[in-house]
């Protein structure tokens, strides 16, 4: 029981110090980024340059692993197919990402600083999650 | 230090905030066998989502964010920075809720952790969602739409 939070939560609370060191809790910075034609930012690809080199090692590493360390084994995804919802899923994404500067991770790490921007932020995100569960007949 | 060209970029706090990150991720696959998507995450934790995850490890994750951003804002001294106005967030936040779930994930399920294992669903996602990032910021201030104070 324990171990199901420690892992989870110890993981959250590293995410959550990264992204606000590496200012991607800072909506200017992200779009700072997203500004490529106008005054670029290019810290944000240093973050994600940074966190993919550590996580291209930790595949590498899971590739030689025949369990993770706390769990019974490994829940992956396994689909490899490119359809007209990924892509328009994602592109969607950006678009709301551009606007204000903020994605998923960011959102509730910001709860931190600015809790109402980021309740507003949160609940409408969580919303949106919400419409496309009802709308693919879900409860 | 700061990085020839860009005097405003902070490219140290940048890597060091990304190692991070992807010590996050790795602690998550190699831990518990599960990606650090935070959509994903967040959506199982407030019922939006069928997945093996117990929710109350999603919840343990999702309650991390915002502890690891009190613990690293109490250990430095940068001025709190601006956010969007109620309506602009509620807009955004839509958008990223839906957009995130139809895409099946964002910035750290196919960013960091899709990308760094050459996912092929996770690199188009991420060159589409970049790609409408910058065309959307691109068109913003192109209007002379300004959202942060």
Do not use: K, Y
Request: aromatic share 6%; net charge positive.
């Amino acid at each position: 029981m324990m171990r199901r939070i420690i892992v989870p939560l110890a993981a959250g609370t590293i995410f959550g110090a990264g992204l606000t060191i590496g200012g991607m809790t800072n909506p200017a910075r992200v779009r700072g980024f997203l500004d490529l034609f106008g005054d670029w930012d290019p810290t944000l690809a240093f973050v994600m340059g940074g966190a993919v080199m550590v996580m291209a090692l930790a595949w590498m590493v899971q590739r030689r692993m025949r369990r993770p360390v706390f769990a019974e084994g490994f829940s992956l995804p396994d689909r490899n197919d490119l359809t007209p919802r990924l892509v328009g899923g994602s592109a969607l994404f950006g678009i709301g990402w551009g606007f204000a500067g903020l994605c998923p991770g960011p959102g509730f790490a910001a709860l931190a600083i600015a809790p109402a921007s980021a309740a507003i932020f949160v609940a409408a995100m969580l919303a949106g999650m919400l419409a496309v569960r009802l709308m693919e007949g879900h409860g | 230090m700061t990085l020839p060209g860009f005097p405003d970029a902070a490219p140290l706090a940048g890597l060091a905030g990304g190692v991070m990150i992807g010590l996050a991720a790795a602690i998550m696959l190699l831990g518990a066998g599960r990606i650090a998507g935070v959509s994903g995450i967040a959506a199982r934790a407030f019922g939006l989502a069928d997945s093996s995850m117990p929710r109350i490890a999603a919840w343990a994750f999702v309650i991390g964010l915002p502890l690891g951003t009190l613990v690293a804002t109490s250990l430095t001294e940068a001025p709190a920075p601006g956010f969007a106005t109620p309506a602009t967030l509620a807009i955004a936040g839509l958008v990223v809720g839906i957009g995130t779930r139809l895409g099946s994930g964002c910035t750290s399920g196919h960013g960091v952790c899709g990308m760094s294992r050459l996912s092929q669903r996770s690199l188009v996602a991420v060159a589409t969602f970049m790609a409408t990032g910058f065309a959307t910021v691109a068109a913003m201030n192109a209007l002379g739409l300004e959202v942060l104070p």
